[in-house]
C-alpha cells in the first residue's frame, strides 16, 4: 500500500487532513487524520478501509496494453452490454480508459465489478484488470 492510494480510498468516506503509511504490508501502520468535522459514522467507514482495502498495489496500465488483453469474443459482449446498459457501464468505461488506467481506484474496480458475469468470468476479469 502507498499513502496516496490509500487517501484517495479514505477521502471518498470520510474527509481528512493528511493519510500516512509507514509500512506498505502493516495494516497497523497505516493512519490517517480526519478533519475536526468528520462524524463518528465517517471515522467507522475509513477504519474499515483501512481494513479491508487490498494491501498489493495493482498496475497502472496504457489504455492500448488494457484493452489488447481482451479476446475478441470478450470486447464484443462489452460494446453489446455497453449498447444495452443505461449508461452508467458506458461512461464508466469511458472515464477509466480515458488515460493511464489506475487499477487501484475505486471506479476501475467498480467496472471491473459490473462486467462480471455477464461479460467476463470472475478469472478472466482478475486477469484483464490486474
Known amino acids: 500500500m502507498d ?16 493519510v500516512s503509511v509507514t509500512d506498505p504490508v502493516d495494516r497497523a501502520q497505516w493512519s490517517y487524520v480526519p478533519t ?6 465517517q471515522t467507522a467507514a475509513a477504519d474499515n478501509v483501512i481494513a479491508t482495502i487490498p494491501a498489493e498495489i495493482l498496475g497502472t496500465v496504457d489504455p492500448a496494453e488494457f484493452i489488447s488483453r481482451w479476446t475478441n469474443a470478450e470486447y464484443r459482449k462489452l460494446q453489446d452490454r ?3 446498459d ?3 457501464l458506458g461512461k464508466d468505461w469511458d472515464i477509466v480508459t480515458s488515460g493511464m488506467i489506475d487499477m487501484n481506484k475505486k471506479r476501475t474496480q ?3 465489478a459490473s462486467l462480471v458475469p455477464d461479460v467476463l468470468t470472475q478469472i478472466r476479469a482478475d486477469e484483464i484488470f490486474s
Open 86 to 88: 443505461n449508461g452508467k
Open 82 to 84: 455497453r449498447m444495452t
Open 36 to 41: 475536526a468535522d468528520a462524524t463518528t459514522q
Open 3 to 18: 499513502s496516496a492510494t490509500l487517501y484517495d480510498a479514505i477521502v471518498e468516506v470520510c474527509p481528512v487532513i493528511t
Open 110 to 112: 467498480t467496472l471491473k
